[in-house]
């Protein structure tokens, strides 16, 4: 059992409305890696995450974390949604929201005790947000909302990280305040999957791709899949976008 | 009974309203109207058993049918919580009027209700002790089952409605708390209906919420507030009504709706004046410290 992958899919297929959006994705995940997922829009970058964690229904294959099914072991994964896929006029402070990370630890009809407060405080810390606990979270910026976000997955202290996209839309600070994040947790042995657009900087922020457009493009460590070759597939005679992978291309020979 | 019908509608308004699901609190006032005829064509009784599990229906009825609708034809969600409501309130009109129009279970006191007979019944007794009316006795037990189950799922039902994706991935099931807030609401409408009426069951459902979302930005605080709404509208309501001589269920509403417009006016942070104020000393909103928040 402690052998098992973090995360292991096989022969994945999704489709909206018929419309297949991933299809046969196989990837097992070895511990202990930063993992950036890379792909043109509509690749299914953020599909996969979801399906993953078992939030989508899925048309064929399967997905285990740690060696067992997703839903038997969901209190291991940190999901870190998009930071529009919620209501930030929502009346709630951000210490409420780094909380909730906590109630997968409660039982029923449990609240938060002191020592979950102290938790979410430290998270609070680690992402420099502990000044606006008490902040109502529609007065925050697009940059605190996403490390309100990362707050929160700390709080859930898992084991495998899903994060998509969590730098959009972000501060410069901000960034390379998460990418300090994600390599302490890293070094504490946890593996993060990480939705990025970003392909200059996802050379140097990754320690493996994931190439997606709607099937696995490439998989590996980032020296051996970063090239023109594979993300030429990946995002075919895209020109715009060619023309910045030869640049990235040029800038990593 | 007003400030109980008031509060147990309130507090599950509340959560409508952060759901943005506030016009699915009208349709199931309203659909429920079949439940009910067709649990009294079964039973044959008025009694509160069949009425309770006929509203529980309707509102499972009405909840999976918006969302059927929604989900398996392109028609959006506004448009099939319009169709769903209804057409099943239509079903329910024509059940009555065609098998209970002899007995009294009237369209006008369905759609109307009327809060001022309510003294007249006869009281329940308990052990001794005078407990009132029975329909205020039914509507009591549902507010405190109502405050009881927010309270105990506060934390289920606070994640679930801000961000379904997580609470799932803490094992909370919103599908599941997304139904029992629904089955909650056909309790709280059908118990409450009789005294207001359907149609004065929805501003029960939003006004004390929606007054307390312009006053406070924390949860806790704006349940509170509803319960302070649902007291005040109660009573102002009541006096309003008496010197009028008027409906006492129109006037609550007409007192409610006061309360939210001099919320609305008056609120510190998002009022009216504090706003005209604000511009006039030229104060900024601080919304981003840190800039670069664009897309």
């Known amino acids: ?253 | 009974m007003g400030f109980l019908v008031a509060t147990a509608c309130g507090l599950v308004g509340n959560y409508l309203i952060l759901r943005r699901m506030a016009l699915v609190g009208d349709a199931i006032s309203h659909s429920i109207l079949p439940g009910i005829a067709v649990a009294f064509l079964l039973s044959g009784s008025r009694g509160s058993l069949p009425m309770f599990i006929g509203a529980l229906v309707a509102g499972a009825v009405t909840t999976v049918l918006i969302e059927v609708i929604h989900k398996k034809s392109r028609v959006k969600q506004d448009a099939a919580i319009g169709i769903a409501f209804t057409s099943l309130f239509a079903v329910g009109v024509i059940l009555i009027s065609l098998f209970a129009s002899k007995v009294d279970l009237d369209q006008e006191c369905v759609l109307y209700g009327e809060i001022a007979f309510i003294p007249l019944e006869s009281s329940v007794e308990l052990a001794g002790l005078k407990l009132g009316p029975p329909s205020v006795v039914r509507m009591a037990v549902v507010t405190l089952v109502v405050a009881l189950l927010v309270g105990l799922f506060y934390k289920e039902l606070l994640v679930s409605s801000f961000d379904p994706a997580l609470s799932f991935s803490l094992g909370i099931n919103s599908t599941f708390v997304h139904y029992a807030l629904m089955a909650m609401l056909s309790v709280v409408v059908v118990s409450a209906f009789e005294a207001v009426g359907a149609i004065l069951v929805i501003a029960m459902l939003i006004l004390p919420g929606a007054t307390a979302t312009l006053l406070s930005n924390r949860f806790p605080v704006m349940l509170g507030l509803t319960v302070l709404h649902a007291a005040l509208s109660a009573v102002l309501g009541l006096h309003l009504g008496v010197w009028l001589n008027c409906s006492l269920a129109a006037a609550m509403v007409v007192a409610a709706t006061f309360l939210f417009v001099l919320a609305w006016i008056f609120s510190p942070e998002e009022g009216l004046l504090s706003r005209v104020f604000k511009d006039r000393s030229g104060a900024v909103e601080p919304r981003c410290e840190s800039a670069g928040s664009s897309e």
């Not at chain 1, 209501?87 to 020592?115: H, I, N």
């Not at chain 1, 970003?198 to 990754?206: E, Q, V």
């Open chain 1, 1 to 253: 059992m402690a052998d098992a992958p973090p995360l292991e899919i096989h022969d994945l297929t999704v489709a909206y409305h018929k419309k297949p959006v991933l299809w046969g994705v196989d990837l097992v995940v070895p511990p202990g890696k930063l993992v950036g997922i890379v792909g043109p829009n509509g690749a299914g970058k953020s599909t996969l995450i979801k399906a993953a964690m078992g939030l989508l229904p899925v048309s064929s294959g399967w997905v285990k974390v740690f060696g067992e099914p997703v839903a038997k072991n969901l209190r291991r994964v940190g999901y870190v949604p998009q930071r529009e896929s919620v209501d930030w006029d929502f009346p709630v402070s951000v210490m409420d929201v780094v909380l909730m990370g906590r109630y997968g630890k409660l039982g029923l009809l449990k609240r938060p005790t002191k020592a979950d407060h102290d938790t979410a405080r430290e998270c609070l810390d680690k992402v420099k947000m502990l000044p606006y606990a008490n902040r109502q979270i529609s007065n925050l910026s697009g940059g605190q909302q996403q490390r309100v976000f990362l707050a929160r997955a700390l709080a859930q202290e898992s084991d495998l990280y899903l994060m998509d996209e969590p730098f959009s839309g972000v501060d410069a600070a901000t960034e390379s305040a998460i990418i300090a994040l994600l390599h302490e947790l890293r070094a504490d042995g946890k593996t993060l999957l990480v939705v990025h657009h970003d392909l200059p900087t996802a050379r140097n922020y990754f320690d493996m791709l994931l190439l997606l457009n709607m099937r696995v493009v490439a998989f590996g460590p980032t020296e051996e899949v970063f090239n023109y070759e594979t993300l030429q597939k990946t995002y075919g005679g895209r020109l715009t976008i060619l023309s910045e992978v030869a640049e990235a291309v040029r800038v990593k020979g």
